[in-house]
Every structure is written in structure tokens, then in C-alpha cells.
């Protein structure tokens, strides 16, 4: 459950004015839920590579572009 709420804190501090909708969101809608994990996942995987040297900038490029999409799906759910 502990990692549930964190990915559930995540994604309100990114729509901090949607708290409510975001709960409402994570707590009955599945496809919600693994967004919001992918998009942890993507985030963590960006951090990794900005701490690897130059042989990964193409990859943090990538992880930023996925990062992106992501956020404008999470953006899609929360404001239908």
C-alpha cells in the first residue's frame, strides 16, 4: 500500500489543484492506476540515465519524451 501512496502523492503534487479527482481516479479506475505507475516508472528510469555520463544522453532524451506523453495522458484523465 506504501508505494500506492506514494505514486498517489506523485501525481497530486504534479495537478495539486485536482487532488480530489486524482483519488477518485486512482482508487476506481485500473487503467488510472497503471498509468500513474508507468509514469513513475518513466521518471525513475529518466533519473537514472541523467546520472549516467554523455553515452546515455540520447536514452534521457527518450525517457523525456515518454515522461511527456505520459503526463499528457495523466493531464487527460484528470480533466476529461
Given at each position: 500500500?506504501?508505494?500506492?501512496?506514494?505514486l498517489?502523492?506523485?501525481?497530486?503534487?504534479?495537478?495539486?489543484r485536482?487532488?480530489?479527482?486524482?483519488?477518485?481516479?486512482?482508487?476506481?479506475?485500473?487503467?488510472?492506476?497503471?498509468?500513474?505507475?508507468?509514469?513513475?516508472?518513466?521518471?525513475?528510469?529518466?533519473?537514472?540515465?541523467?546520472?549516467?555520463?554523455?553515452?546515455?544522453?540520447?536514452?534521457?532524451?527518450?525517457?523525456?519524451?515518454?515522461?511527456?506523453?505520459?503526463?499528457?495522458?495523466?493531464?487527460?484523465?484528470?480533466?476529461?
Open positions: 500500500m506504501n508505494v500506492e501512496n506514494n498517489l502523492e506523485l501525481i497530486k503534487t504534479k495537478f495539486p485536482q487532488s480530489v479527482r486524482i483519488e477518485q481516479l486512482f482508487k476506481n479506475d485500473k487503467d488510472f492506476r497503471d498509468l500513474c505507475t508507468d509514469y513513475f516508472s518513466s521518471l525513475q528510469a529518466l533519473k537514472k540515465y541523467r546520472k549516467i555520463s554523455l553515452e546515455g544522453e540520447q536514452s534521457i532524451e527518450d525517457y523525456q519524451i515518454v515522461l511527456n506523453d505520459l503526463e499528457k495522458e495523466l493531464y487527460d484523465y484528470i480533466f476529461p
